[in-house]
């Protein structure tokens, strides 16, 4: 069975915090690299931070120094932790692999608005 199911999006004002859940399926959580992606209105889907298995990250430039990719082993679950948000956050954030495969979740919105 395959899933992905994100959590933990909302309403936040410039500088808030939040912090996402993707639930996985042991089928994708088990490959190398887990990855959080986001999607803005009329843009296209961008990739945010990944993590291996090993634990070695990488982020988006955009969000270098804000959101910290984390994950749970026994929980096969990813994390975002997003700090200093800003309006351009504002996107429906999506987890998957990276490479991904062929299924999303859907997504868990995220709005940066005073």
């Known amino acids: 069975q395959v899933q992905l199911a994100e959590s933990g999006g909302g309403l936040v004002q410039p500088g808030g915090s939040l912090r996402l859940s993707c639930a996985a399926s042991?089928?994708?959580?088990?490959?190398?690299?887990m990855a959080w992606y986001r999607q803005a209105p009329g843009k296209q889907r961008e990739l945010v931070a990944t993590?291996?298995?090993?634990?070695?990250?990488n982020y988006a430039d955009s969000v270098k120094g804000r959101f910290t990719i984390s994950r749970d082993n026994a929980k096969n679950t990813v994390y975002l932790q997003m700090n200093s948000l800003k309006f351009e956050d504002t996107a429906v954030y999506h987890c998957?692999?990276?490479?991904?495969?062929?299924?999303w979740g859907q997504g868990t919105q995220v709005t940066v608005s005073s």
């Open positions: 042991r089928t994708i959580f088990s490959r190398p690299v």
């Open positions: 998957n692999s990276r490479p991904t495969v062929n299924y």
């Open positions: 993590i291996s298995s090993g634990g070695s990250t």
